[in-house]
């Protein structure tokens, strides 16, 4: 019978411990036919590609990030390279001046971990944005900063000294706000600007992975959306489903409701009380190109804004162990819920505190209700005991850690951890080595999500200032390409159809300038992402390959249309 696409004359790793490494691949019908087949299998190829050696790895798969933050702050203006305060000032005036008077100036990327810790000052931002109000996120995602104006927007609608349940409106030495939201006291100006319009939301998600495409990433799971402080409208699946109805869905998504989307779901007396979508829906349900994931859990706050977890204070901060964002009975409660209702559990916990909480949840859920479709998560973990370790190994507990946060505020989470918790901070080749899953993740775009810059971190983790951060958790290249890989695939359930170039599995796969494997740790990042498939169907740099004859050849006999 006639097959798709013949790939031949490459280097291919394939991430199959049977068959590590072959030259070519049979594709058809948006999967791997065949690898290295033999020349009468071959023949029935309907179109060629010669690689001419370029090297080929599956799509890379980043099991942590924000798409519609990083769609819509490509929309926004981007603070997020202001090398001082008053750069910051300079683009709030330049997108001022963008701006019709009385509307809001809304900002992205802050980290205040990149400026000594500096805040922005709410009078100066008055004065830049010429009175209108002003909302800038911080790169974290846990703090945002506003202006006097869009301050006394807000406390038209809200209190401002009424104490919030995990979060903080931070005040001054006047005991003023100083325009420092941290945590749920974010909802104050969401609960102002939100929900956005699905059109704006399907915008941001044509943007971000027409972006990812361009960096070889081919899924994504988007760890929190429709609700919360990180949600942008109640009915943001809806958007999902609607950009994939329109092209507009590049890549493939494994969105995570929060868990205040979730609510109680009355049943029959015999079924289990259940915290849960209208329906019973739950982790699971869709496709090979969107399907639920498991529900995002908020345990703690973040290293960058020293609201994380940890059993021992921060290192010059008096006291200050950071905190739960909900009670801890009623965190669990509502997860045991979620899990009995067949939710898989996501639960963000960076600080070691939080860990142990998510530890106790998730053990306790598995233990008296068995497994869900999709594996268990901790997401993060800034900083993870051995002790911790050993328990999430033997739990089979996936987590996710992200090493970019090491190249971009390694420096700062070091002087706020100390020596010895820095050594068990985002950890990997522990994970390795008690066999526990390490996936590929960023967080983007609280960091850089290029997967090749990704991996880069993972094997050198260095800081700004070039320290090695946590030397014994550095891992190899092979080992970070298959952690954003088979890593990836066996951290959302999809170990049977992503991850490896295999029979049967997807054909979703990266054209490379280089094998990043190959290289020296310090060049991975220097390799250049040539082109981009995605179920068969070569969704970005086709001009970049050899042959462009042939590519312009494949495209046609994908689509059914002739070449002319």
């Known amino acids: 019978m006639p097959v798709d696409l013949l790939i031949r004359n490459a280097h291919i790793l394939t991430q199959d411990a ?8 049979l594709i058809h019908d948006g999967k791997i036919f065949d690898v290295d087949p033999d020349s009468d299998l071959a023949s029935h190829a309907v179109r060629t590609i010669d690689a001419a050696g370029i090297t080929i790895v599956p799509g890379f798969n980043d099991v942590h990030a924000h798409s519609v933050w990083f769609g819509l702050g490509l929309m926004e203006a981007n603070v997020g390279a202001a090398a001082s305060l008053d750069e910051v000032y300079d683009i709030v005036a330049e997108a001022a001046a963008r701006t019709a008077p009385g509307e809001w100036v809304v900002a992205s990327g802050y980290s205040p971990l990149l400026l000594g810790g500096q805040q922005p000052d709410r009078d100066r931002l008055d004065a830049a944005a010429g009175g209108r109000p002003v909302w800038i996120k911080h790169s974290s995602g846990h703090a945002c900063t506003l202006n006097g104006a869009a301050l006394k927007l807000v406390a038209a609608n809200a209190d401002l000294t009424a104490p919030i349940d995990g979060g903080a409106v931070v005040t001054g030495e006047n005991g003023l706000p100083t325009g420092l939201l941290e945590e749920n006291a974010m909802r104050l100006v969401q609960d102002i600007l939100l929900p956005y319009p699905l059109e704006t939301i399907e915008r941001a998600l044509d943007l971000a992975t027409s972006h990812y495409l361009s960096e070889g990433i081919t899924s994504v799971t988007d760890a929190g959306i429709a609700g919360g402080w990180i949600g942008y409208s109640p009915r943001e699946f809806a958007a999902y489903q609607n950009a994939r109805d329109k092209g507009l869905l590049s890549v493939r998504m494994q969105p995570m409701m929060v868990m205040d989307a979730l609510h109680d779901v009355p049943g029959h007396a015999e079924d289990p009380a259940a915290r849960t979508l209208d329906a019973g829906i739950r982790s699971g349900l869709g496709d090979d190109w969107l399907r639920l994931g498991p529900v995002k859990i908020f345990s703690d706050g973040s290293l960058l804004g020293s609201t994380a977890f940890m059993t021992e204070e921060y290192v010059g901060c008096t006291h200050n162990h950071g905190y739960l964002q909900m009670d801890a009975d009623q965190l669990r409660e509502s997860a045991l819920g979620a899990y009995r209702a067949g939710w898989a559990l996501a639960m963000h916990a960076i600080g070691d505190h939080a860990v142990d909480h998510a530890i106790d949840i998730i053990t306790e859920a598995q233990d008296n209700y068995g497994s869900n479709s999709q ?190």
């Open 375 to 564: 594996p268990n998560r901790i997401e993060h973990g800034g900083v993870v005991r051995p002790d911790q370790l050993d328990r999430i190994a033997e739990a089979g507990i996936v987590l996710v850690p992200q090493p970019h946060f090491i190249t971009e505020f390694g420096d700062g989470m070091a002087r706020l951890l100390g020596p010895k918790r820095t050594s068990w901070s985002y950890p990997a080749k522990s994970l390795l080595e008690r066999a526990i899953t390490l996936p590929g993740s960023s967080d983007r775009p609280v960091s850089n999500g290029r997967p090749l810059h990704v991996m880069q971190s993972f094997v050198e983790r260095l800081t700004p200032s070039g320290e090695v951060y946590g030397p014994d958790e550095r891992i190899t290249a092979a080992e970070a390409l298959a952690a954003y890989t088979t890593g990836s695939a066996a951290a959302t359930g999809t170990g049977h159809i992503k991850g490896q170039l295999a029979p049967g599995y997807l054909a979703d796969l990266v054209f490379l300038d280089q094998d990043p494997t190959a290289v020296d740790p310090s060049n991975i990042a220097a390799t250049q992402v040539l082109a981009t498939m995605v179920g068969g169907q070569i969704r970005f740099g086709a001009e970049n390959l050899p042959t462009p004859v042939r590519v312009a050849d494949l495209e046609a006999a994908l689509t059914g249309k002739e070449t002319p």
């Open 18 to 25: 049977s068959r590590p490494k072959a030259t070519s691949l």
